[in-house]
């Protein structure tokens, strides 16, 4: 399963957490909902495989703990998510769809 593309029609923002909108739904710690809005992870799905993080050009990525969620114990959280150049790299580079990038999601949050 990837990333839903229009999650901010399909979800409710709930929150923030590190100067990015989360959202829904969350229920920690099995359902952490999706992160970011011009560059979106999917923490369900992120299985903190790292290559966003170490190929990103101009370093989005930041890991962040994510203690007893049943796909992994770290995510990536794009704290960055304003310094994107829409390269689409961390998009083809994750083995599991879990990063969505759409400028024109940008200043949403
Ligand atoms: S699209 Fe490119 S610049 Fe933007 S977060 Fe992904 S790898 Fe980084």
């Known amino acids: 399963m990837a990333i839903d593309p229009n999650f901010d029609q399909n979800r409710e923002q709930v929150g ?27 923490y369900d799905i992120c299985l903190a495989d790292g290559a966003c993080l170490e190929n990103c050009p101009v370093d989005v990525f930041t890991w962040v703990d994510t203690p007893d969620h ?28 879990a990063i969505d990038v759409d400028p024109g999601r940008e200043g949403r949050n």
């Not at 923030?16 to 560059?39: Q, S």
């Not at 049943?70 to 769809?97: F, G």
């Open 16 to 42: 923030e957490e590190n100067g990015v909108a989360v959202w829904g739904p969350v229920e920690p710690p099995e359902k952490l909902g999706i992160h970011g809005t011009h560059v979106a992870v999917d």
């Open 70 to 97: 049943p796909v992994s114990e770290t995510k990536v959280e794009p704290t960055n998510e304003d310094q994107c150049i829409d390269c689409m790299l961390c998009v083809d580079i994750c083995p599991v769809d």
